[in-house]
């Protein structure tokens, strides 16, 4: 088998290594044409202070008549498992429930999202609701 060498100048060899780099970065911004959106994820434990847990039915409820209602465009709920360091030192491990909703994050979004979360602290006696803002390019 014979090796072709071709013969390219070092300037040329640049010039076209940018412009492929260059035909390929354009080319492939204009293939996915989604919309900014923002990613919210909400972490809720299901432990409450005096060891007890958060019932399924009680969960659904609250999914049923805050979530729901608050994002009647649909949302993702699903199942997790949270582990943290406890203040003494040990590991804290508990089930959650992750909501995730896509949207255009407006003032008034963020505060019925802020809702949710105060809501969830006083329902079920939580310290914290932990939230989660990515922005994306999301296409359907």
């Known amino acids: ?65 805050v979530i729901a209602k608050t994002f009647p465009e649909g949302s993702t709920i699903i199942d997790g498992q949270g582990q943290w360091p406890g203040h003494n030192g040990k590991l804290v491990s508990e089930p959650s429930k992750i909501l995730i909703v896509l949207s255009k994050l407006t003032p008034e979004r963020s505060q019925q999202i802020e809702s949710i979360r105060e809501k969830y602290k006083k329902y079920y006696q939580q310290e914290a609701v932990m939230r989660v803002d990515e922005q994306l390019k999301v296409a359907f």
């Open 1 to 65: 088998m014979k090796t072709v060498h071709l013969n390219i100048p070092r300037s040329n060899r640049t010039t076209t290594l940018i412009f492929s780099l260059l035909l390929l970065t354009f080319t492939s911004c204009t293939v996915f044409k989604g919309e900014k959106m923002t990613k919210t994820e909400l972490y809720f434990g299901l432990s409450k202070p005096d060891g007890s847990m958060i019932s399924s039915s009680a969960w659904q409820a609250f999914a049923d008549t």
